[in-house]
Each structure stands twice: as C-alpha cells, then as structure tokens.
T-cell receptor
Framework: QKEVEQDPGPLSVPEGAIVSLNCTYSNSAFQYFMWYRQYSRKGPELLMYTYSSGNKEDGRFTAQVDKSSKYISLFIRDSQPSDSATYLCAMRTGGFKTIFGAGTRLFVKA | EAGVTQFPSHSVIEKGQTVTLRCDPISGHDNLYWYRRVMGKEIKFLLHFVKESKQDESGMPNNRFLAERTGGTYSTLKVQPAELEDSGVYFC???????????????FGPGTRLTVL
C-alpha cells in the first residue's frame, strides 16, 4: 500500500467552478502537509503548507487537513484556465524527506 | 534571484552507458535534494545533502547511483551503468536550513528527463 494515495484524474471543470482535490494517507506520523502545483515541463512549486489539522486559506486556495481521517484537501475557488496544471499533495513526518502523491491533472476550460 | 537550475534538460542514452546530471541550487541554500519521477508513478525522494554531507540517502535505488556535492555548492548525480528502469525525470530541489525539516520550503528545478534505450 502506498503511503499517500491521490487520484491522478484528469479532472476537467469549466472556468469559475470550485475545484476539490484530495489525498488520503496511511502514516499517522505525518504532521506537515503541502500542496504543490506543477506546470508541464516545470518543477513542482509549493502552493500551500499546513501543519497538523485545520484549515488554511490563501486567496482562492484553501487547504484542509483532517488527521483523524488521514485526509487532506485543496479547494480552488473561481477556477481559471491558468490553474490548469498537475496538483501534488506531499507530506512529511518532521524531517526533510517529502513523500508525494501521484498528482492530479486539472484542466480548467474557458 | 535565480532559481534551481538543472543540466541537461534532456538526455537520451543507451543501456549500459553512463550519465551525469547536474544541479545548481539557489545561492546560499545549504540543503540540496534529489528526487525522481518514473513514468506513471509519484515523485520519490532519493537523497538529501546538507552542504557537502549526505544527510539521508535512503531513497537511492542501488549502487549504480552516485551523488556528490563537492564544496557544498552544485551537485551531480551519476548513473553508471544505466538500465532501462532508470528512465524518468530527475528533479533537484534546494532549501535554506531551518530549525525543523517539516517547515522547510524546498524549491524545485525543472528536472532532467532521462531516457535509457
């Protein structure tokens, strides 16, 4: 069983829609949760970071962590065509080693 | 500020040959990481340098892979001899040293796409 499970998609939505991306994990020692965005032929770029359970909001993006369910989510409001990318969830226990999900490909249609 | 750079962007080699990938981290970043994404799989951690010292190399697949970071600046990842299953995208990332690894922000390079025929 993978430590982090993420549906690879693709997920296609119309412009302006609310997008919900999520990951589940099995290692209860994970405490640091991240979402990366990766455009084609580029490296991953940190989008959101959350420590332990709770919500974090940054503009149109909201990250949620539910440690009791081992489930994390990223919501994108008012999605734009420029949001089309691969979104990767990632986690750490407390060290520097990052464990990634497989990534979800998102397409936002104009 | 220049980001993490990697060279080459693409490499196509025959099975059994040797390839060396290079990573130049962001200036002043003590931490340097190598990751790999094999087709259809998730990005996987290979190893972590702090300056020139290997802090964690638990993700290195086997002894055909050798990473170095002489002088604590740029790093190289050599694959010798290359096998078909080594094909994938190799990412380098760097970060500033922080009190705890969990909060460390890693900046990724664009990756080197390696194809072994």
């Amino acid at each position: 069983q993978k430590e982090v499970e993420q549906d690879p998609g693709p997920l296609s939505v119309p412009e302006g829609a609310i997008v919900s991306l999520n990951c589940t994990y099995s290692n209860s020692a994970f405490q640091y949760f991240m979402w990366y965005r990766q455009y084609s032929r580029k490296g991953p770029e940190l989008l959101m970071y959350t420590y332990s359970s709770g919500n974090k909001e940054d503009g149109r993006f909201t990250a949620q962590v539910d440690k009791s369910s081992k489930y994390i989510s990223l919501f994108i409001r008012d999605s734009q065509p420029s949001d089309s990318a691969t979104y990767l969830c990632a986690m750490r226990t407390g060290g520097f080693k990052t464990i990634f999900g497989a990534g979800t490909r998102l397409f936002v249609k104009a | 500020e220049a980001g993490v750079t990697q060279f080459p962007s693409h490499s196509v080699i025959e099975k059994g040959q040797t390839v060396t990938l290079r990573c130049d981290p962001i200036s002043g970043h003590d931490n340097l990481y190598w990751y790999r994404r094999v087709m259809g799989k998730e990005i996987k951690f290979l190893l972590h340098f702090v300056k020139e010292s290997k802090q964690d190399e638990s993700g290195m697949p086997n002894n055909r892979f050798l990473a170095e970071r002489t002088g604590g600046t740029y790093s190289t990842l050599k694959v010798q001899p290359a096998e078909l299953e080594d094909s994938g995208v190799y990412f380098c990332a760097s970060s500033q040293d922080t009190a705890g690894g969990g909060t460390d922000t890693q900046y990724f390079g664009p990756g080197t796409r390696l194809t072994v025929l």
